[in-house]
């Protein structure tokens, strides 16, 4: 569509503002051509003056009606310009303007990042009386790329040492009636943390844990059972995962 004048802004805008260095005279040169006074708002010792008569303005020509002193303060607002923006001004969004999937780990880099989470992307077997590392090998997020779905590992990336938090949420079919199972967090290959659980042939067990890592560390989850057979831990995300993040400062 085709627009009479300054087309209308599709971007988020400020108006423009122009500083001018005053002396005794009535002539001053705009940084931005205008039709007439009305395209801008003049300001002398913060009063605004009144268009044509206080002032005429065509091109980038300013004509003031009374000279001013060279002690004056005197600026304008251009009121049918503005200066198009690619970001909104800081602190000016909130929640209810963002859509679901607009803010991406690399958007949200600082805000708790290092940030995974993974998932069993088949059912996994462990022995009895084991202590088997969880193949978390599917990934639903990983900023920084720092899970590894290979060894199913995540290591601290450089420049990323602090505090994480790391949850593992882990379930299995038991083989017997109430036997023990144990989910467990491990830290460069040695166990942390164990989180206890059992049910009727059905176990699961739920545990979160604080870290201050140093780069390189790696963190990893482990399930124990001592049933007297093998398990499966199924491929339920709700119930088997495993995930983390670095606790923004």
Do not use: W
Request: negative net charge.
């Amino acid at each position: 569509m085709s627009y009479i004048g300054t087309p209308p802004s599709n971007a988020f805008t400020s108006l423009l503002k122009q500083d001018f260095s005053t002396s005794a005279t009535t002539g001053y040169t705009l940084d931005h051509a205008v039709n007439n006074a009305n395209d801008i708002a003049l300001f002398i010792n913060f009063v605004r003056q009144e268009p044509t008569a206080g002032y005429a303005a065509s091109g980038t020509s300013l004509v003031l009606t009374s000279a001013t002193a060279s002690s004056d303060d005197m600026y304008c607002v251009y009121l049918g310009q503005a200066l198009q923006t690619v970001n909104p001004a800081n602190v000016s969004v909130g929640t209810a303007q963002l859509i679901d999937g607009a803010v991406t780990g690399v958007k949200a880099s600082g805000i708790n990042t290092p940030a995974f989470s993974a998932r069993l992307g088949s059912s996994q077997v462990v022995g009895n009386n084991s202590a088997t590392k969880l193949a978390f090998n599917t990934e639903d997020l990983d900023t920084n790329g720092a899970y590894d779905v290979s060894n199913y590992r995540f290591t601290v990336p450089s420049g990323q040492a602090g505090t994480y938090v790391f949850t593992l949420n882990t379930s299995a079919n038991s083989a017997s009636d109430f036997e023990p199972m144990y989910g467990a967090i491990f830290l460069n290959g040695a166990a942390i943390q164990y989180g206890y659980g059992r049910n009727e042939y059905y176990d699961s067990r739920n545990l979160t844990r604080q870290l201050v890592l140093s780069v390189g560390n790696y963190v990893e989850a482990y399930l124990y059972q001592n049933s007297g057979g093998n398990v499966t831990v199924q491929t339920d995300a709700a119930t088997n995962n495993f995930s983390g993040y670095k606790l923004s400062t």
